[in-house]
């Protein structure tokens, strides 16, 4: 996946849907447990950053050293005994388990239901079951849904488009301009070339030739 790094650290900065303390490790299949390092996560949109903490548990600098999309995944309490108060994130296609171990029982309920509802599936799920409540009032739905993608990229697309054989409304044509008295016979356009007069034929006649009409 390609993303843009400064884009994903100006997202970072964005108020957060929760945050706080975790300890996190990554448990990869056939190979050794590692240990739990604890970070200061951030949950913004679907994207989970995290920070590194310094020596008084605060945020150690202004940028995130990683970040977590939440799409195409699953969260779930851990059951395996891999962590206190622990919960385990899972991607499809992807045999890696993310475990998170917070320090209470209410805090990992709170991200489960937070990391849950983060992904743009979720909020798609959400929207479907309000368009099928707004139809059964006899309402209409202002979305069309792609059926060629698959559930996970189907993205809403709205039908206030403008059709490809609609007329263009004509701008209105702002009348013509007329021209007010006679012609000063000491203007000179710059528009015309019809006898321009010479610079010296603005210049009073009680001023030198080498002043301005006009200081500053």
């Known amino acids: 996946m390609h993303v843009n790094g400064k884009e994903l650290i100006t997202t970072s900065f964005k108020p957060a849907t929760i945050e706080g303390r975790i300890n996190y490790r990554v448990l990869h299949p056939g190979k050794s447990k590692g ?3 604890e970070f200061w996560f951030k949950l913004t949109g679907n994207l989970l950053f995290y920070f590194g903490l310094n020596n008084f548990g605060g945020i150690k600098g202004n940028e995130p050293i990683g970040v977590i999309v939440l799409e195409n995944c699953s969260v779930a309490f851990d059951e395996d005994g891999s962590g206190v108060f622990a919960f385990v994130v899972t991607f499809s296609g992807d045999q890696d388990r993310h475990v998170f171990s917070c320090f209470s029982v209410n805090q990992a309920q ?8 983060a992904s743009y599936e979720h909020l798609r799920i959400q929207v479907k079951i309000l368009e099928s409540k707004l139809e059964s009032l006899g309402g209409k739905s202002i979305f069309k849904w792609s059926t060629t993608s698959s559930s996970s990229s189907t993205t809403p697309s709205s039908v206030f488009t403008q059709p490809s054989n609609s007329a263009v409304p004509a701008l209105p044509t702002p009348p013509a301009r007329k021209r007010i008295g006679p012609k000063a016979k000491t203007f000179v356009s710059h528009m015309s070339d019809e006898n321009p007069l010479p610079i010296n034929s603005f210049i009073s006649d009680n001023k030198q030739p080498d002043q301005d009409l006009i200081k500053w």
């Open 35 to 37: 240990n739990f390092k």
């Open 110 to 117: 709170n991200w489960v239901i937070a990391l849950r509802q």
